[in-house]
């Protein structure tokens, strides 16, 4: 199970639609891959993780954003997705 590795969470990650054309979805995951890359040069660790519902434009989005399908959480049906830092 992946709550047993050591990982940076990624939670809640959202916009408010009212910001719709103002900010990019890639931008607010880019930001927050920073703020973590800079984390991980204190505190180490390789992976990164996020946990969304079972839509195809989610895991389309974080796909595209460097994230692989992992596991399906069998109580809550969420998708785990991982992405390793270099």
Same mark, same amino acid.
């Given at each position: 199970? $992946?709550?047993? $590795? *050591?990982?940076?969470?990624?939670? %809640? ?60 959480? *069998?109580?809550?049906?969420?998708? %785990? ?6």
């Amino acid at each position: 199970m $992946i709550t047993e $590795i *050591p990982a940076f969470l990624i939670g %809640q990650l959202g916009k408010n639609d009212s910001y719709a054309g103002e900010i990019a979805g890639d931008e607010i995951i880019d930001y927050a891959l920073s703020v973590i890359l800079r984390a991980q040069e204190i505190i180490g660790g390789r992976i990164v993780y996020i946990e969304c519902q079972d839509k195809l434009e989610l895991k389309e989005f974080y796909s595209r954003n460097g994230f692989k399908v992992f596991r399906q959480d *069998p109580d809550d049906k969420l998708i %785990q997705m991982v992405r390793l830092l270099k």
